[in-house]
């Protein structure tokens, strides 16, 4: 199989002119080169693919033959490279992002409703899950995902979109039955509520002791948690911009004295910066501006 491209190239170009000074001249390169190329590919061949003379430069039978296969593969060649290039500069096609659970409707109006109106030949596709996926696995080009601590060495683009503090909380009734914990140890006889399968907070530390976060109620959505939270069923971890009108009423309380919740990073993963897809490079824009849109601790699930 030959990989030089450029014996094709410069066999297509002597073929249409019946010329090496012409091919040579319309390719802008020596004619020593197109003569020396088309003798590697004659010795590649095994076979004289045209017939010259001082004054003329025809095919040989087996050149035609294998003119028609070369034409057919460049010609397949530009039309992927069109393709390409179509994707490169067009929005077409289904993007498959994974984002945490709750964040669907979050970014409804300023990103999902903009990116489908302003592409009308692309899809979106939106799986929410609170595991850590494997784009290339699972197939997903984009995905938005929460760390704690710093990213380790990835082969994959991490943007940080913004950083969400938490707050551990109860409602005023679940205090006033069971008391304000004061310790670790009161704390740890009380009921918590969160969100199911929470590989992130699953733990606080109070007073510098590591305090087990052992679930009574768990469901893998945060209104049902808080709501959970504001019947009196237990105490649970919430980013604090959620709670926020609650606890500026009173009916639910923060719990703090001597309480330690890592921040949440909200990253926005994919591949590569470069060589992405238009309608990658079109989602990930609308991502950063709807983050630099939101202050920290905006994030709603």
Not at 45 to 72: A, S
């Amino acid at each position: 199989m030959n990989n030089d491209l450029n014996q094709i190239q410069i066999f297509n170009q002597v073929a249409q002119y019946l010329s090496f000074t012409k091919a040579a001249n319309a390719l802008n390169i020596e004619k020593s080169t197109v003569s020396n190329k088309i003798n590697q590919l004659e010795t590649h061949l095994g076979i004289r693919l045209f017939e010259r003379t001082t004054r003329t430069v025809r095919l040989t039978e087996p050149g035609k033959l294998y003119l028609q296969h070369c034409q057919q593969a460049l010609t397949a060649l530009q039309t992927g490279e069109a393709l390409m290039s179509e994707l490169n500069h067009e929005v077409v096609g289904k993007l498959r992002v994974s984002i945490p659970n709750n964040l669907a409707d979050v970014i409804m109006n300023s990103v999902v409703e903009p990116f489908l109106r302003q592409n009308p030949k692309a899809s979106l596709e939106l799986t929410q899950t609170d595991n850590e996926v494997n784009l290339h696995e699972q197939h997903f080009d984009v995905a938005i995902q929460p760390r704690l601590g710093a990213v380790q060495d990835s082969s994959l683009i991490y943007r940080l979109l913004f950083q969400s503090h938490w707050s551990l909380v109860a409602s005023k009734e679940f205090i006033a039955q069971n008391s304000m914990p004061s310790t670790a140890k009161q704390l740890s006889t009380l009921p918590a509520v969160g969100m199911t399968n929470n590989q992130s907070h699953q733990y606080i530390n109070m007073k510098d002791e590591k305090v087990s976060l052992n679930y009574r109620f768990s469901v893998n959505n945060f209104r049902a948690v808080l709501s959970a939270v504001e019947k009196g069923l237990g105490y649970c971890i919430v980013p604090r911009n959620m709670v926020k009108k609650q606890l500026n009423e009173g009916s639910i309380i923060e719990i703090k004295d001597g309480v330690e919740i890592a921040p949440m990073a909200l990253y926005l993963v994919y591949p590569s910066r470069t060589g992405q897809p238009a309608k990658t490079k079109a989602f990930v824009e609308l991502m950063m501006a709807w983050a630099d849109n939101m202050s920290t601790d905006k994030w709603r699930p």
